[in-house]
């Protein structure tokens, strides 16, 4: 069973659009971090979030961590093309120097 | 050079084939990561360094075999594979000390057994 859940599994939006995805747990994380993944190469960082209620914004990108540093989410505003990819959310623990990744959502953006 | 990086990017290999895949990160990290991501799978971690030294095999074939020389380098040995290995392997590097157990990937090799 996966430490993190992510949803949707798939998101397919029209350019413009908005879209938020969900990263969900029951254990609490001291950091958690949002990757962005492209075909054929590997996952490249986004953010990082380790306060509980932290909203971080990146351009179109805003992500929160929860309050309770169980989940975390991922919003786009008027999503373009150029956002299509495996988003992965992935969660460190207090006591382990090592991440749990979640399954990943894949979101395409038709123009 | 920075950053992570992964050679070769594409390999193509036979089931009696012996080959090595190679990383090296020029971040200064002490810690480093290979992972097995095969088509609509999540990640799968298979073998983690900690300053040179295996901390986990997370129940990986023998057919894979790990070699970390130093903390800038980690080669996964390629033997008699089967065609359900075939996948993207992904290296990655990162500190352990501190709150933000960031981790960097390389650009992944995709192997291709026939």
């Known amino acids: 069973t996966q430490l993190l859940e992510q949803s949707p599994q798939f998101l397919s939006i029209q350019e413009g659009e908005n879209l938020t995805v969900y990263c969900n747990s029951s254990s609490v994380f001291s950091s958690l971090q949002w990757y962005r993944q492209e075909p054929g190469e590997g996952p490249v960082l986004l953010v990082t979030?380790?306060?509980?209620?932290e909203v971080k914004k990146l351009k179109r990108l805003t992500f929160q961590f929860g309050d309770a540093r169980k989940d975390s989410s991922l919003h786009i505003t008027a999503a373009q093309p150029g956002d299509t990819g495996l988003y992965l959310c992935a969660g460190g623990l207090s006591n382990d120097y090592k991440l749990s990744f979640g399954a990943g959502t894949t979101v395409t953006v038709r123009a | 050079e920075t950053g992570v990086t992964q050679t070769p990017r594409h390999l193509v290999m036979g089931m009696t084939n012996k080959k090595s895949l190679k990383c090296e990160q020029h971040?200064?990290?002490?810690?480093m990561y290979w992972y097995k991501q095969s088509a609509k799978k999540p990640l799968e971690l298979m073998f983690v360094y900690n300053f040179k030294e295996q901390t986990e095999n997370n129940s990986v074939p023998s057919r894979f075999s790990p070699e970390c020389p130093n903390s800038s380098h980690l080669f996964l040995h390629l033997h008699t594979l089967q065609p359900e290995d075939s996948a993207l392997y992904l290296c990655?590097?990162?500190?352990?000390?501190?709150?933000?157990?960031?981790?960097?990937f390389g650009p992944g090799t995709r192997l291709t057994v026939t």
């Open positions: 990655a590097s990162s500190v352990t000390g501190g709150g933000y157990r960031e981790q960097y």
């Open positions: 979030v380790v306060t509980g209620g």
């Open positions: 971040l200064g990290h002490n810690a």
